[in-house]
């Protein structure tokens, strides 16, 4: 069995090597694995309602591939299951959806700031994952992540489009209010005891509570400057974390 005093460096634990690991290593790959098989599924669901209202044919064809790649996205992480040996159903039904998919997307304008804001957390987990101990995770992640971007893309492209009138910059200003709260919730509480389990496995490289002032940070200048809307230069005049480590996060 591997001990957690030896490192795992990237990469270094193949599928046939999973079984040996420590406990904790296997519990935490799965609770991460478990959860996307998840939240990959449902929020394609949620998704698939914004292509008919998406405002030209070019943004229809990109959301309908977005929301193809979301549930390509679920078949990966379930084949990380299925290859296991293990019922991805029930560790879905166990463990459920991001809780970021808890907030409904009920405009265009939702779609595409979640993408530009929500999507972007996701590809700052992401990052991390690329370095994950557990290949057969890491090649996933690596996949998902190229995707991932481009979803982001489509989000700023869309934002950009409703920025041109008046009444688009005003459901920007909106789900700006929205959203940006649900994308710096999605890192988890501060002072995670799991955050801290996964750097110390190598599956993270970095606090939740670090990489969510990063994400703001990043964000925050796309807003000021990019789309013109104001943003608090503090982050806790945005949101505050209660120091939950919530079980629907990251």
Request: hydrophobic residues 35%.
């Amino acid at each position: 069995m591997q001990n957690v005093a030896e490192k795992l460096e990237a990469g270094s634990v193949s599928l046939q090597d999973f079984r040996r690991q420590d406990p904790e290593f296997q519990e935490l790959m799965l609770n991460i694995i478990s959860i996307h098989v998840a939240s990959e599924l449902y929020g394609a669901d949620c998704f698939e309602a914004s292509i008919l209202k998406a405002p030209t044919a070019e943004f229809k064809m990109r959301m309908a591939r977005t929301v193809m790649e979301e549930y390509g996205h679920h078949m990966r992480f379930r084949g990380l299951m299925e290859e296991l040996d293990l019922d991805w159903e029930e560790y879905a039904r166990r463990k459920g959806h991001l809780s970021t998919f808890d907030t409904p997307l009920d405009t265009w304008a939702d779609q595409v700031v979640f993408l530009a804001l929500v999507d972007r957390a996701a590809a700052h987990q992401f990052r991390h994952f690329v370095n994950s101990p557990y290949q057969p995770f890491q090649k996933v992640c690596q996949d998902t992540l190229k995707e991932e971007y481009g979803h982001v893309g489509l989000g700023m492209d869309g934002v950009k489009h409703l920025l041109q009138t008046e009444e688009g910059r005003a459901q920007v200003k909106d789900a700006v209010e929205k959203w940006l709260p649900v994308g710096l919730q999605s890192f988890g509480g501060d002072g995670s005891k799991r955050n801290e389990a996964y750097r110390r496995w190598g599956i993270k490289q970095d606090s939740n509570e670090s990489m969510r002032l990063a994400y703001f940070q990043q964000v925050r200048n796309i807003i000021t400057q990019d789309w013109g809307i104001d943003v608090p230069e503090d982050m806790n005049e945005v949101w505050r974390s209660d120091g939950d480590d919530t079980e629907r996060a990251y």
